[in-house]
């Protein structure tokens, strides 16, 4: 069954994972893979915690969950010209999965926790070995991305295979059970649809889906693995991160774009770790990158580009008592971005004063918004209002009634 052709009333703007995902403010990514790729060495230095990282296939048995500060020059300037008493970033919240292996589907490893722990993010982390190191084993021996990303697309779909199967038979059931009722096209066609492309090992969110397609799918498939968006992370040497040279990047390329397309960073865990171990200390960061042929750190790329893939964004709040980002899901509205600070804000609700960060940027000279307000860039905003990443915002709240008891 070909993909089907976009039409005008297709929701052809309605593109990518995001669509399938839940709207909502707290959403994470879950690092997945092979045993003794690099998850939870990653893991360990994006959130600056010590996991243990051992060679051996399952150390991370139960999922570990953290969070990392979202880098942001944005957020950093607010902070240098406020100087506030307290100072919030954006997160985003990582949960380190245990390595998946064949089989996982049916039960094999740790096969059933594994795709649950999925099951519970909202994005995923795929990271890829493209390094040879004989002192850490691989489990199925030896070196091939191309082979380990076809065993974890192939878990991925089986298991959601099954998903389908069961979503089928119980429609069909409660059809048997209702002569009234019978199965719908839309159901029908949206089921075969999902059939077709796991049985061929793509997973559901590189499909062209339209509205009602999508809504479909969230109704009755709510537990799909492969509607998350996924972002390949290929752990490299050092020495090959740093000449930007390895035999396998081009095959993964090759098999990603096969597959649906998809984001794909290199970066090299030994790079991370000798770099994380000089701490803060700008002058020996300065010396590693000079030796380095001025490579640079793939982790800032990494945690913003999954922010990104997750649809959420944030504005800001900026005063002497604090300089915050507060996340939202993109396409919110004043009143919910105001409820994201307080839930009582929401009902309360009168107005938003608002400026970009880019106008305040290009204008103000002190921590005020006088000069922005001289130069009539700051707004007010009403209830219809889409909120925009890197908002300045003020809201005006009435008066909270209590509740009646």
């Avoid at 793509?202 to 999508?214: F, K, Q, S």
């Avoid at 980002?325 to 105001?338: D, H």
């Avoid at 994201?340 to 004063?353: L, M, P, Q, R, Y």
Wanted: charged share 30%; proline share 5%; net charge negative.
């Amino acid at each position: 069954m070909p993909p089907k052709k976009k039409t005008a009333d297709d929701g052809a703007d309605d593109v990518g994972a995001a669509k399938f995902g839940r709207v909502r403010n707290n959403l994470r990514m879950g690092i997945v893979g092979l045993p003794n790729v690099g998850k939870s060495s990653l893991f360990n230095i994006l959130t600056e915690q010590s996991i243990a990282a051992e060679n051996y296939p399952f150390c991370t048995i139960d999922p570990n969950e953290a969070r990392c500060p979202v880098p942001d020059a944005r957020y950093d300037r607010l902070v240098s010209m406020w100087k506030p008493a307290s100072e919030y970033p954006a997160f985003l919240s990582v949960t380190d999965i245990a390595g998946l292996v064949r089989g996982a589907s049916s039960g094999a490893g740790l096969g059933n926790a594994f795709l649950s722990n999925i099951m519970a993010t909202d994005g995923i982390f795929h990271v890829v070995r493209a390094f040879d190191d004989p002192e850490v084993v691989h489990v199925d021996d030896e070196i091939d991305p191309v082979r380990d990303l076809e065993t974890i697309t192939a878990e991925l779909c089986l298991k959601d295979l099954e998903t389908v199967k069961r979503a089928i038979a119980d429609e069909e059931r409660d059809v048997k059970k209702n002569p009234t009722m019978k199965l719908s096209a839309l159901f029908k066609d949206t089921m075969a649809r999902c059939t077709e492309m796991l049985e061929n090992n793509l997973a559901i969110r590189t499909g062209e889906w339209n509205t009602p397609e999508v809504e479909m799918i969230k109704d009755k498939l709510p537990a799909l693995l492969t509607t998350k968006p996924m972002i390949y992370l290929v752990n490299l040497s050092k020495r090959d991160y740093v000449r930007k040279k390895n035999k396998w990047l081009p095959k993964i390329h090759a098999w990603v774009q096969q597959h649906g397309g998809g984001i794909m960073i290199p970066f090299s865990v030994e790079f991370e770790q000798e770099l994380f171990d000089l701490g803060d200390d700008e002058s020996l960061r300065s010396a590693f990158y000079e030796e380095n042929e001025g490579a640079k750190s793939a982790l800032p790329k990494m945690v913003t580009q999954g922010y990104k893939e997750l649809n959420l964004m944030y504005f800001f709040t900026a005063g002497e008592k604090e300089v915050r980002c507060w996340t939202v899901y993109n396409g919110a509205l004043a009143p919910q971005a105001a409820g994201v600070i307080h839930t009582d804000f929401e009902k309360g609700f009168i107005k938003a004063e608002v400026c970009s960060y880019d106008d305040f940027a290009a204008i103000a000279t002190k921590p005020s918004m006088a000069e922005v307000k001289e130069a009539g860039k700051y707004r007010q905003e009403g209830k219809a209002y889409v909120v925009k990443d890197g908002d300045i915002i003020h809201f005006q709240i009435g008066q909270l009634t209590k509740s009646k008891k």
